[in-house]
Structures are given as C-alpha cells and as structure tokens.
C-alpha cells in the first residue's frame, strides 16, 4: 500500500508538473476537500449500524445463531477439538451479522485452536470471501444519494458464489 | 426490496424490547464508536482522496484504463472499474473513498456505480484479513490462501457487472 501510493504521488505529480504546474496544489486541496464532504455521509452510516449491531451483540443473537450453523462447521473443518468448534461458530456467525469487530477476536482464537493446516486456510479463505448478509455502509451510502437500486441481493448472491468457489478450491488444491 | 434494511433496523429495535437490552446505551455507545472509527479512517481517507484527485488530474487514470480495456471487455468488466478492483483487497478506507467518487461522477444508480456497489458490497479487504489471521501462526506459510481468494473475488468481479448490467 505504502509503495503502491508512493507511485501514484511521484507518476502523477511529474505528469501534472509537464502539463499544468500550477494546478498541482489545487489538485491536492480537492482530495481534502472530497474527504470533507465524505465524512457526513460515512459518520451517518455507522451511527445509524453500529448501535443495531451492538443490541444484536448485547441480546446475544450471535450465540443463537452460532448454534444453528455449528453442524456446517463440522463439515467445513474436520476433526478438530470441541472448543475449536465454538469459536468457528461464533466466527461464522458474527460474520453473518456483519459484526466484523466481534469476528475477528474468535477467528484468532479458533485458529490457535486448530491442528490441521487445511482448516486454518479454509477459515482464512472463509473470512476473505466477506460472508456478510447486508453491505451495511454501502447500502447507507447509497441511501444518502437517493438511489432507486437495491443492491443487498445481489451482493448476497456473489458473496454466495464467491464463497463456494473458494470452500471448493480450498477442499481440492490444499494439501493436509 | 426498499423494506428489507428498515425492517431489520425495526426488528433491532424490537429485539432491545424483548430482550431488555438497555436502548438508550447501546445508541450513544454505538455512535461513541462511529466517531472514533470515522476519526480515526480521516487520514486514510485524505491520503487516497488526493491520490484519486491526482491520478484523474495527470491522466493516469484513464491512461491504465485504456491499457486494460482489450482485456476488461472481454470479461465484461467496465474499463472505468480497474482501480476499484486494484484497490478494494488491499484497503477498505481507500475503497470506499473510490466508491464515493465513483458515484459523485456517474450517479448513484449509473450501471458503473450499480458495479462497483456490487463488488463492494460482496468482497473483502483480503491482503489486510489474511494477514491479521497468520500474524499469531508460527507458520507464516499463507499457502494458497490468497492466490484462492483473489481468483474467487475476481469471478465474482465478473458476475458482479453481468448482474448489474441485468438490474440498470
């Protein structure tokens, strides 16, 4: 990323410098100003997500729904210990929800936990893939624009895709 | 469709009833936190502003735009998205910046913008998740963690334009 941005900054300013100098600073100020003008829209959209997703987490939604998908879980990651599976489950879960802050911390945890190889990069692979049902601040975003199309749907399904895609590549490629 | 999130924001709140979950403390606790996340992502932010105002500004730009093309038509992918699907694995704040100015150029409801929501919407910062997930590992080994993402991501980049160019 560090390099990456510092190619940009030196191609583009040579580019700018040949062409028009004197626009060069304002160029500059307009990437403020656009931040600026982000921001109301950015802060809205988490104050709006982040108190829902902390009533899901304080009324335990996310245990409820870890027990539902545990049996997945076995299938997903084979023979591994029972409080490896409880962490997965919560990892799953929370993922769901889009309760990325709670994810992590029990993705870290069953990974600790897990033997096999495998199903370290199957949960790797899993938490790569953005399993989330609702886009929550794209779909604000576009709120705030007074957009006319639904977008969670097919998000939904690309998301699905994407993840069998990659839960099958990991079951066949990866060796133990 | 336009039911669905204001349903599940009344339903959160109808589960803070029933489950007696103190209401007023989960507001102010939640937008404590999208303070301090919008706070803190403002640095990030501005640098890829001014790299997106520049890169538009010196041509550089559309100069990679129309050195991918040949190969994004074929896809069906739209020129216009390369530095979204360059940028989204690598970070999310730079991303939504993108998408942003994404939608300030073409209009929210464009079939570019219906895209690249879609993309957004659908993959993951997968440079930053994997690495965080091997940081504690003594293997550092990530195998074929990211070469696996990155081809899923990718065909869901593909799938994510034919769907929008159904729905605009």
Known sequence: ?176 | MSYLVPVILLSSFVLALVKRVSFYDSLTEGIKDALLLTLKLCPNLVAVFMAISLMQASGLSSMLANLVSPIFLYLGIPKELLELIILRPLSGSGSLALLESIYATYGVDSYLSVSASIIMGSTETIFYVVGVYFQGERDKKTGLAIPITLFASFIGVIVACAIARIIV
């Open chain 1, 1 to 176: 990323m560090n390099l990456a941005l510092l190619f940009i900054y030196i191609v583009c300013s040579v580019m700018i410098i040949i062409k028009a100098p004197d626009t060069l600073i304002p160029t500059l100020l307009q990437g403020s100003e656009n931040t600026i003008k982000f921001l109301p829209v950015l802060f809205g959209s988490y104050c709006v997500f982040i108190p829902l997703i902390k009533i899901l987490e304080k009324s335990k939604l996310d245990k409820s729904l870890a027990k539902l998908i545990s049996p997945l879980n076995k299938a997903l990651f084979p023979k591994e210990k029972k409080s490896a599976y409880a962490h997965l489950s919560l990892n799953l879960s929370t993922n769901l929800l889009g309760i990325g802050g709670a994810s992590t911390p029990s993705g870290l945890k069953a990974m600790e936990e897990m033997t096999s190889k495998k199903n370290k990069i199957m949960l790797v692979v899993i938490n790569s893939l953005s399993i989330q049902i609702i886009p929550t601040t794209v779909v604000a975003m576009r709120a705030a624009k007074g957009s006319a199309v639904d977008i969670i749907l097919p998000s939904l399904l690309v998301t699905a895709l994407t993840t069998v895609i990659g839960v099958v590549l990991v079951r066949v490629l990866v060796k133990e």
